[in-house]
């Protein structure tokens, strides 16, 4: 991982521990937020230690510009690191809380205001629904407010051959607001605006899971049409194994039936040589007898 990726990653977790630090305030629970922030961390170590290691290597290689410059990058992403462990393990302090404010990119100031100043909003927030508020101010819908890190999450994928695996649904984009609990905290809803949202993402999901079973069912007839091409195959081997098995038997027969005639056509050519010396002896005596 590159020093601008993992900038971009600083950035990308301050901005988390912000939004933790704002459920908090609004009393939500944020298990899977924390959860997704220390794999941030880990994925921010592993890059940092890749990248020392990457230093080392220029300086053995005898690069003193390019390692110096390094140098420096890694020294402020450790201490960037040091500091966002120490804010997510609740060790707080005023060094810790200036790197958490300060974003490496200038283009996300705007994003960090915003995120600094949701915790004063919602104490005044909570300070003036104690208040009664009225009827025609209940109907209007307040205007839609949401923090969005789709960007900042697309560039720093693109630059991640493998991101991470996310299983939070607060931080999936719905309807280009940055998450289901998030919505309803910074929106305000109101009961039947809450019920209506929830209707609508119960339909969602009905739907999903329509699709979903369908899904199921396609790869269930396909797998079934695989152990069923399985078992053909099976029986093809099968019978090409006995076609084997009957042609073995059928060539030791040949085999044997050869043998057999080998052996009887030897011994038929000892009986005739064995005859041939027999004459042969009977005559050379005739003669013997003759001449004398």
Do not use: C, W
Request: charge should be negative; proline fraction near 3%; hydrophobic fraction near 35%.
């Amino acid at each position: 991982m590159s020093a601008s990726s993992l900038l971009l990653l600083a950035d990308h977790i301050k901005l988390s521990l912000l939004e933790q630090q704002r459920a908090r305030s609004l009393g939500l629970k944020r298990d899977s937020q924390e959860g997704y922030i220390a794999r941030s961390l880990d994925q921010f170590r592993d890059g940092l230690e890749a990248l020392e290691k990457e230093q080392q290597r220029l300086q053995a290689a005898g690069d003193e510009s390019k390692a110096t410059s390094l140098a420096d990058t890694v020294a402020s992403l450790r201490k960037q690191y040091t500091e966002l462990s120490s804010q997510f393990h609740g060790f707080t302090s005023a060094a810790t809380s200036s790197t958490l404010t300060s974003p490496n990119d200038p283009a996300l100031a705007a994003d960090f205001a915003h995120a600094q100043s949701s915790a004063s909003a919602n104490h005044q927030s909570e300070q003036s629904s104690s208040q009664p508020i009225p009827q025609s101010q209940q109907q209007q819908p307040l205007p839609k407010k949401a923090v969005r890190f789709s960007s900042l999450t697309a560039d720093l994928e693109s630059q991640t051959p493998l991101p991470p695996y996310r299983d939070d649904p607060t931080l999936l984009d719905d309807d280009d607001s940055a998450g289901y609990a998030r919505n309803i905290a910074v929106n305000n809803l109101t009961n039947a605006q809450i019920h209506a949202y929830h209707q609508r993402i119960l339909a969602e999901q009905d739907a999903q899971l329509d699709a979903l079973g369908a899904s199921i069912a396609r790869q269930r007839e396909l797998s079934m049409q695989i152990g069923d091409e399985l078992d053909s195959q099976v029986a093809l081997l099968d019978e090409s194994e006995r076609a084997m098995d009957r042609h073995e038997h059928a060539l030791g027969r040949a085999r044997r039936h050869v043998g057999r005639i080998a052996r009887g056509a030897s011994r038929s050519s000892e009986g005739r040589q064995l005859g041939v010396i027999v004459m042969l002896i009977v005559v050379l005596i005739l003669l013997i007898i003759i001449l004398k």
